[in-house]
C-alpha cells in the first residue's frame, strides 16, 4: 500500500544518509530490487482478481434489466418484460439443464435478454426453445436423461401465459 511504500522510502532515505561511498550503492540497489518485488507482486495479484470475475451467461442473464419474450404460435406477440424481469432471468439460471441437445429447427420460444428495443447497443442474449432442446446465444442446452424435457417447455409455457394476461 501508499502508507507501507512512504515508510518504506523514508526509512531508505534514512540509512542513506547515514551510510556513504559503496554502501550507498548496495542500498539503492536492494532498494530498486525491493520495489521490483513489489510491483511484481502487485500486477500478479491484480491478474488473479481479475480472472476470478469471469462472468458466465447465466450471470448476465440474471443481471439483465429488460427481455423481450415471444412466442411461435401465429398470433405474433411480443412481450417486453421490465418490471418482472427477475422472475423470469433468475428462474433460467436455476433450469435442470446440461450441455448438449438436437439443433432446433422450430423453436417454441425465444427470449431475448438485453433486447435492443429498450436497451440500446446492449449485448443481447437470446435464449431458444425447441421441441428437444434449448440455446442460450447458439450453445445447446438440454435436460438430464432422468429429467423429460417436457418439464422446461411446461416451465416456459407458464411463464409466457403469466406474462402475456
Not at 438430464?144 to 417436457?150: H, K, M, S
Request: charged fraction near 20%; proline fraction near 3%; charge should be negative.
Amino acid at each position: 500500500s501508499a502508507t507501507e511504500l512512504n515508510k518504506l522510502g523514508s526509512g531508505v532515505t534514512k540509512m542513506l544518509d547515514h551510510y556513504r561511498g559503496g554502501n550507498m550503492r548496495k542500498i539503492a540497489t536492494v532498494y530498486i530490487g525491493v520495489m521490483i518485488l513489489l510491483l511484481a507482486t502487485a500486477v500478479i495479484r491484480i491478474q488473479h482478481f481479475n480472472e476470478d470475475k469471469d462472468i458466465n451467461v447465466f450471470d448476465e442473464i440474471q443481471a439483465s434489466p429488460c427481455a423481450k419474450f415471444e412466442c411461435n404460435d401465429n398470433s405474433n406477440e411480443t412481450i417486453y418484460i421490465t418490471s418482472e424481469i427477475l422472475s423470469i432471468s433468475a428462474s433460467v439460471s436455476s433450469l435442470c439443464i446440461v450441455d448438449g441437445g438436437m439443433p432446433i429447427d422450430q423453436w417454441l420460444y425465444r427470449i431475448t435478454f438485453n433486447c435492443n428495443e429498450i436497451y440500446l447497443n446492449a449485448k443481447e442474449i437470446v435464449l431458444v426453445v425447441g421441441p428437444n432442446s434449448m440455446s442460450i446465444n447458439g450453445v445447446l442446452y438440454t435436460t438430464p436423461d432422468e429429467v423429460p424435457f417436457e418439464n422446461i417447455i411446461r416451465f416456459f409455457d407458464a411463464k409466457y401465459k403469466h406474462f402475456s394476461e
